[in-house]
């Protein structure tokens, strides 16, 4: 479980493919603290930590994962968002994310909010994935609050800080990004679909 704040970004260093998976080595400054099996989500997508060195970490991503997620674009230099799990008695400063990337989005405009940015980003709007203005989403893992919300469509607020300590300061339009929509507003949404049958 995780709450879309985002710790830091890591650098990858390395894609290793193995038939339909692929393992990514990221260099990290926190690799002491890890341990083998441990839960770290990556731009929003949860991948279990398979080896550790003194300045690098490995993660591997399944073929379901990274057809969902942004993960297969990945290249070697690449800024990933991340996350350590959260632990129990931390405060919820984010909202609910559970790691599990929907799908991915394209962002199709960056506007300057004089002193901040508007990002929109424009997505294909299938099952349950919906947003509602002012309802949360994790746009790469970071937990955000949505404006402007229209069918397939919505923008999100960034601050300075969120800025230049996520890799948002790198989306431009064009670029791909992963969504875990609001886990409430999903099972809302299914019993709905459901009821109406």
């Known amino acids: 479980m995780f709450s879309g704040i985002v710790e830091r970004t890591v650098t ?61 674009l990945l290249e070697v230099g690449d800024s990933v968002n991340v996350e350590r799990s959260m632990r129990p008695d931390a405060l919820l400063d984010g909202h609910i994310v559970q790691g599990h990337v929907d799908q991915t989005a394209v962002c199709t405009a960056v506007d300057d909010a004089e002193g901040s940015w508007y990002f929109t980003f424009r997505y294909d709007q299938a099952g349950d994935n919906v947003t509602v203005e002012k309802g949360s989403i994790a746009v790469n893992g970071v937990s955000l609050t949505v404006c402007n919300s229209q069918p397939g469509q919505f923008q999100v607020a960034i601050i300075p800080y969120t800025y230049e300590h996520t890799n948002f300061n790198r989306i431009h339009p064009g670029s791909v990004v992963n969504l875990e929509f609001d886990i409430i507003g999903k099972y809302i949404a299914h019993l709905m679909k459901n009821y109406q049958k």
């Open 12 to 72: 990858l260093v390395a894609i290793r493919t193995e038939q339909q998976n692929k393992t990514f080595t990221f260099r990290a400054d926190f690799c002491g603290e890890l341990k083998i099996d441990q839960s770290i989500a990556h731009n929003g997508v949860c991948l279990t930590v398979v080896d550790i060195t003194d300045d690098t970490y490995s993660v591997t991503a399944m073929k379901e994962t990274l057809l969902r997620s942004n993960l297969g």
